[in-house]
């Protein structure tokens, strides 16, 4: 098959594009099929309806089979870009939610409405779907699998030494930036601080003591090219994600991958994720909604309880062999994407 892959155009990426689009992308060639990409460029929402023309003229360009708009917004443009389209030389046209389709009430409206234009929909995780205003008739629940390959699973002590990681100090990796507040830093630094006697867990100074005498130091994952997140999950004693909203958290699927312990909040497909894994923790979710995550009065007090039992944990999981299972590999997910394509070009 010739597969046609839409997204929106990134700056920071390499080659602009989404790195687990480009390792679908990847996927999906070593499945023996031709990809190529078109990346929707602009700003607002008015540019994804701009682009429709070019998006036409890369279809007679390159004939895909199928074009596959990453996020909603991109399936705005690749679902008007199909239509327009005369019917002998149309491809069949898929949309991925990932979650940032229904974060606001218009980018909700657009993806959604016109999502039921398309020929079918991937939703990454449930509670996508449920949120979405308008839901596709046609549709899976397929998150984005984790590239294995690029995932070594380095000896923790290997890894510590090559990162010069101090053996006395307990390395906590935070799943995100710091100033990313949706990832929701703060509360780890808020429950660090109470188990210190001198609090000084900041974003600034992002280390201290703990009243048992144990030296913490949290780091972020900004910067880091995907081999160097993947030695400091091999590396650190905990990787946290006390995340408000995610869609299918990519970083928590790789930190499962290197076997690394984890504490994150119970929203949308995480709980699924960790599974009853020895070394997997999970804070409540006080709303009981995979939608959103937010704090009560309690919510330090029990993440507090759950670093303690991470440090008391001491050792790896079997993080991995639970991505296997639950066939999260880019080769599974490119394996039932593909089974998809085929069901609507053969409808």
Known sequence: MRILLVSRYKQQFANHILPFVVEQGA???????QVDYFLVQGKGLLSYFRQTGSLKEKIREFHPDVVHGHYGLSGITSVLACRELPETIRPKCVVTFH??????WKQNLLSS????????VIY??????DLSY????????????????ELPLTPYEEARQRLSFDSQT????FGGTFDNRRKNVQLLFDALNRMSDHPDFTAMHPKGNLKDGTAVEVLEMKGLSRAECALRMCACDLFALPTHSEGSPQALKEAMACNCPIVATDVADIKELLGDIEGHYLLRNPGKTKAYWDADESSVAD???????????DGRTKGRERIMKLELSNEQIARRIIR???SIIWK
């Open 27 to 33: 996927a999906l060639e070593q499945s023996g099929n």
């Open 99 to 104: 979650n940032g389709e229904t974060l606001g």
């Open 113 to 120: 409405s016109f999502s039921l234009l398309a020929d079918y």
């Open 124 to 129: 990454v995780a449930q509670h996508i779907r």
């Open 134 to 149: 308008f839901k596709a008739k046609r549709y899976a629940i397929i998150p984005c699998g984790v590239n294995l390959d």
């Open 170 to 173: 307990k390395y906590i990796l």
């Open 303 to 313: 993440l507090t309880e759950l670093l303690k039992d991470t440090f008391l944990f």
């Open 340 to 342: 998809i394509y085929e």
